[in-house]
């Protein structure tokens, strides 16, 4: 059984320095959404930070944006920020370089053509699984990417964590400035249609914002 750390590892800030996990302000959070858009929750998401006008990022997989490309123009629309996640959920280490990145220029392809993004915005890039050769994260840098990371992981996927224990995890360990992990996907519906709407309301409760990256 993998170990579920909620909380980035300081070791690996250290050894991979410019890749984000959080960002240095006072009461802001940045919840991420990976894995969709899909119609089973995506929309759901959606509705739950307009209740609570919060801002947000998705890490969206390409051939989700084709399957389902109103939701995704829908993310955009009300005004969150989009990053690539590969167009088919790719595990950097057991791939070649230059395939992973056919696979995320796939994707930021099909993105730019369902959004007119600003151009001077940094591309987003997540890693799925978090797993990332150096070459390939080297390689993004160059072509203009920043890798987002974590600070907190809800562990909102694991089949193993309860849905208290999911609010936990973020309740317990994000502050100010923290880069939050949720997933829009079936899988992971359980738990963050528990710990979604909570989150939302005891951060704002206590003055936080909800801010794209
Ligand atoms: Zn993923």
């Not at 009300?78 to 791939?95: A, E, I, Q």
């Not at 994707?107 to 053509?113: A, L, V």
């Not at 562990?155 to 609010?167: A, N, Q, T, V, Y």
């Not at 951060?203 to 936080?208: L, Q």
Request: charged share 25%; hydrophobic share 35%.
């Amino acid at each position: 059984m993998n170990l579920f750390l909620a909380k980035y590892p300081s070791i690996l800030k250290k050894l991979y320095p410019n890749r984000i996990t959080r960002l240095k302000e006072d009461k802001s959070l940045y919840l991420t959404f990976d894995d969709g858009p899909v119609p089973e929750i995506t929309p759901w998401v959606l509705n739950e930070l307009k209740k609570h006008n919060a801002k947000a990022t998705f890490f969206c997989v390409g051939d989700n944006i084709k399957k389902n490309p109103v939701i995704f123009s829908q993310i955009t629309a009300h005004g969150h920020g989009v990053g690539n996640h590969t167009y088919n959920h790719l595990n950097g280490w057991n791939n070649k370089t230059d395939y992973y990145l056919a696979n995320i220029l796939q994707t930021e392809e099909i993105i730019s053509r369902q959004n007119n993004l600003e151009k001077s915005k940094p591309k987003l890039f997540r890693p799925p699984y978090g797993k990332i050769k150096n070459s390939q994260a080297k390689t993004l840098v160059k072509l203009g990417y920043q890798i987002v990371m974590w600070d907190i992981l809800s562990g909102d996927f694991e089949k193993r964590i309860s849905k208290e224990k999911c609010l936990k995890n973020v309740i317990v360990n994000a502050s100010a400035g923290s880069i939050i992990v949720f997933h829009d996907s079936i899988k992971a519906s359980r738990n963050l249609k528990f710990t979604l709407p909570k989150v939302l309301k005891y951060y704002k409760e206590k003055g936080f914002i909800f801010k794209s990256l």
